[in-house]
């Protein structure tokens, strides 16, 4: 058995998300018209908020260092996390609180469409990196990196640097960048990816699914994406393979675990969240084994046997 994990430092956004049963894809919910679906319901959102609810519920400690706005919404979103046990450190910023749409297609593809003002006002001085050591945090996580314009050119990989220094490992989630929808030659996406490769050497774990992987690296084999990572500082890369399960790979050699069948899917929005927030907490643990125990609590999340990021009221 593992030694207890220390409470874990989380990063990232903190929204309201909107989140659909599975919709038909088809032409028609392009044009004028109405499609009828099992179930709309309102969830907290954003990926450092899931991973953290998730650590909660999984029994661990999460500290969520955010911002929300000046308003209703941001505070209601901040009780309820902290009445599920998250240590809520947020900065209040003068403008409205984020809300993201998660629209889920019976494809098993998503599309989020979000407008999250808060969350682009986060910056470095935002994140007290002492209370949190004093805490007991000896991890840190960064998720939602490309939300908060503010940290872009040296806020990232600052604070990820000052956390290595405090003896702390990090982890890093390159999630996919809305811009990149537009394309990798858009004005502004070659250096964002820069800003963001400059953090890499201040990282113990970087995350992303494959997709993810290939446009940040800027190729299509996953095999070189990840030397290329760890050439280029990472540690260790963790890659998300959805159907396919997951791997990592460090120095050392890849190491591939197959999924875990879910009997059913019921919740397909956050599942890389929970995997991360298992992953997080099985720090004892072998690499392998620490994949396939996230494999499973991803699986277990997929199906809703398991409650690990709860309806929001």
Known sequence: MSAPVS??????????????????????????????????????????????????????????????????????????????????????????????????????????VSNLPNTRLLEESDIDLEALRYAGCRHLYRADVWFADRMFQTGNASLLRRAREAGMETSLDINWDPIWSLGREVEGTRERIAWLKSALPYVSFVHGNERELAFFVGIPSVAECVRLLIEWGAETVVVHRGARGCAAATTNGWKEVPPVAAKAIANEAGTGDVFTAKFLLTAGLPLEERLRACAYAAACHLEGSHCYIPRFG
């Not at 450092?48 to 308003?71: F, P, Q």
């Open 7 to 112: 409470p874990i430092a989380i990063v990232g956004n903190l929204n309201l998300d909107i989140r659909t049963s599975p919709i038909p894809s088809s032409e028609a919910v392009l044009n004028d018209g109405e499609t009828s679906i099992e179930d709309i319901y309102e969830s907290v959102g954003g990926g450092g908020a899931n991973t953290a609810a998730a650590v909660a519920m999984m029994g661990g400690e999460a500290h969520l260092c955010c911002t929300i706005g000046d308003d209703e919404l941001g505070r209601r979103l901040s009780y309820f996390l902290t009445g599920i046990g998250v240590h809520v450190h947020a900065a209040i910023k003068p403008i409205s609180t984020g809300r993201s749409i998660a629209l889920i297609w019976d494809t098993h593809h998503r599309h989020f």
